[in-house]
Every structure is written in structure tokens, then in C-alpha cells.
């Protein structure tokens, strides 16, 4: 359903040139969700009625935001699916990449990408795809060295966690096949 809202949405900021700056106000209204869950409580409360949902976004966002985001927003109230901002941000965004040769790579490391390493995955995931990529990166210290790149549909996980998992996983097959081998001598002993 928000990829339909998501098309609409940029089919008239297409035509206003505006397909951009209408993919940032959707990035910055996700985040603002992120900073204030009362407001997406609000946005996804069935307790809430469509008429005081209605005029609480204009008197929220009215000269906040451009009037493409602000219309998309009553519309999906209108229709009982404003709690689809989430979803309709993350459709726009596939939208707007896949009309305009654009993919966003999503880079999990244990530390801060440097400038040089930055540059080369953008590189280096450009020629992969065939498209400009851009980086949307996080750092997660769970994975202790490496990263883990998500292209599109595809994930490349090079992290030390995964090694250590994998090794584990080994031992634990290598173990389990030396106490059946240990199981089988003792049965085998005591029928001697």
C-alpha cells in the first residue's frame, strides 16, 4: 500500500522538480518518528480520529514541510494509513533510486569508515551495480572487526563475529563427531 502513495508522491515532485528534496523530508520526518515516539504514537493510534489526526498535522507540519509530504500525509490519514509513514518513507526511497540509477548501501562496521575506505566501497559498489551508490553506514561494535554490506536484496557479511560464529559452529560439529566416535568404542569395548 505505501508504494502506492510512494509512486503518487513522486510523480508530482517529479513534475515539480522536487523528487530530491522531497526523499530528504522523508529521511528527516523517520528520523524526527525516531526521536519522538509519541508523535508516530499518535500517527498509528486507532484512538485517534481521523479529524484531530487531520488538523494536529497541519498544525504540526503546515510551513514545515513541503506541501507534497504534508497532502501524502492527510490523504493516507483520510484513508485509515497514516501508520504507514515508516513504510511510505523506505517506498520512496526504492522509488526515487530505481528511477534515478540510484542505490543506497547500507555498511555495518565495528569502527568508523575512514574517507579512503568510504571512497572505495562507493566505488567499488558502483561498479557492482551498475548505479551511484551511497553509503548509509553504522557502527555496531558486536561485530569486533569487518562489516557487513547490504546491496540491495544482497548481503555480504565479512565480519569477525561471523568467523568466530563459523569456527564455533565447526568445533561444535568436530566435538559432537568425536564423542560419537568415543561412544562407539566404549559400546564396542563392553560387549568384548
Do not use: C, H, W
Amino acid at each position: 500500500m505505501a508504494r502506492i502513495y510512494a509512486r503518487s508522491a513522486f510523480a508530482l515532485a517529479e513534475q515539480q522538480g522536487a523528487a530530491e528534496s522531497l526523499q530528504e523530508e522523508l529521511e528527516e520526518l523517520v528520523k524526527q518518528l525516531d526521536k519522538e515516539p509519541a508523535l508516530e504514537n499518535f500517527l498509528t493510534s486507532p484512538l485517534v480520529e481521523i479529524g484531530e489526526r487531520q488538523q494536529m498535522l497541519d498544525r504540526l507540519f503546515a510551513g514545515q514541510m513541503s506541501e507534497i509530504l504534508l497532502d501524502t500525509l492527510q490523504v493516507m490519514n483520510r484513508k485509515g494509513r497514516s501508520g504507514l509513514v515508516r513504510a511510505l518513507a523506505e517506498a520512496y526511497r526504492q522509488e526515487f533510486e530505481e528511477r534515478t540509477g540510484r542505490i543506497t548501501v547500507t555498511v555495518r562496521t565495528a569502527v568508523a569508515l575512514s574517507e579512503s575506505l568510504r571512497q572505495q566501497l562507493l566505488e567499488a559498489t558502483s561498479r557492482f551495480t551498475g548505479r551511484e551508490a551511497s553509503l548509509m553506514e553504522t557502527v555496531d561494535e558486536t561485530l569486533i572487526g569487518g562489516m557487513i554490506l547490504l546491496v540491495g536484496d544482497q548481503k555480504i557479511d565479512s565480519s569477525v563475529a561471523k568467523e568466530l560464529r563459523q569456527l564455533e559452529a565447526r568445533f561444535l560439529d568436530r566435538a559432537s563427531m568425536e564423542s560419537r566416535k568415543d561412544e562407539t568404542y566404549f559400546v564396542g569395548s563392553s560387549s568384548e
